[in-house]
């Protein structure tokens, strides 16, 4: 056990697209890596959901972890988008997933990935802080 705290290093940002419909929660088919871990690890803060796409349908974005870097993928949460057409009086569609804040990412074998279950781009953005 270490006998001083441990505090972030250095915050950084990460933001991908994902598009390639994969409808699978088992790990398998077209995943794409959001944010991979360090030597010393690192901590999401936050990670959100932004269609890319002026008339989004509705569609379900999956986040998986890998230990083994992307090997084997095992399944995290979903975060749902409502169909959005975006207009000045409509929001385009945008999500934050709570349930990935604090997750570490203990080496650099740890990998945050993420599917679309639709062929639809959508942007990933993470936030996090290396240890």
């Known amino acids: 056990m270490a006998t001083s705290p441990v505090y972030a290093a250095t915050p950084g940002r ?6 390639t419909a994969n409808t699978a929660i088992d790990g398998t088919g077209t995943i794409v890596t959001v944010v991979a871990g360090t030597t010393n690890g690192r901590r999401i803060r936050r990670v959100s959901v932004t269609g890319a796409v002026a008339a989004g349908s509705a569609n379900r974005i999956s986040f998986f972890i890998s230990t083994d870097n992307g090997t084997t993928n ?4 979903d975060v749902l988008l409502a169909a959005a057409t975006i207009s000045a009086t409509v ?17 650099t074998n740890t990998l945050l990935r993420a599917a679309t279950h639709i062929a ?4 990933v953005d993470c936030e996090y ?3």
């Open 129 to 131: 802080a290396d240890l």
């Open 74 to 77: 095992r399944f995290l949460c």
């Open 91 to 107: 929001r385009g569609q945008y999500a934050e997933i709570p349930e990935l804040a604090g997750v570490m990412l203990q080496n």
């Open 120 to 123: 639809q781009a959508t942007n």
């Open 14 to 19: 990460t933001n991908v697209q994902v598009s």
